[in-house]
C-alpha cells in the first residue's frame, strides 16, 4: 500500500531555511510525480513544487526562486529545500502522489516567525 511520511519541519524564523523530506512506498517511486502541497488555517490546500520521474519541477509563484524541489529515485525520497522562509509559509506541508487517486502523507508543521 502507499505510504507517504514526512520530515523536517519545525519552528524557524523569517529569512531561514528548512529542509523537508517525504519517503515513499508501496509503489514504484521512480516514475510518478510527487508533489508538496500546504494548507495554512481557513485557507485551501495549495500545490508548492511538483517533480516529475525525469525531474522536471514546476512551482507555485508565491515560493518561486525561494523554494526547491528534488527527488532520490535510490531513495524513494523526495525533498522540498525551503530558503528565505516568511511569515506566509506557515502552514502543513504535505507530500503528495496520483495513482488513480489521490495520496497524502500525515503533514509536517513549518511554522515561519516574524
Known amino acids: 500500500q502507499v505510504q507517504l511520511v514526512e520530515s523536517g519541519g519545525g519552528l524557524v524564523q523569517a529569512g531561514g531555511s528548512l529542509r523537508l523530506s517525504c519517503a515513499a512506498s508501496g509503489f514504484i517511486f521512480s516514475i510518478n510525480v510527487m508533489g508538496w502541497y500546504r494548507q495554512a488555517p481557513g485557507k485551501l490546500r495549495e500545490m508548492v513544487a511538483t517533480i516529475t520521474g525525469g525531474g522536471s519541477t514546476n512551482y507555485a509563484d508565491s515560493v518561486k526562486g525561494r523554494f526547491t524541489i528534488s527527488r532520490d529515485n535510490a531513495k524513494n525520497t523526495v525533498y522540498l529545500q525551503m530558503n528565505s522562509l516568511k511569515p506566509d509559509d506557515t502552514a502543513v506541508y504535505y507530500c503528495?502522489?496520483?495513482?488513480?487517486?489521490?495520496?497524502w502523507g500525515q503533514g509536517t508543521q513549518v511554522t515561519v516567525s516574524s
Open positions: 503528495n502522489t496520483y495513482r488513480g487517486t489521490a495520496y
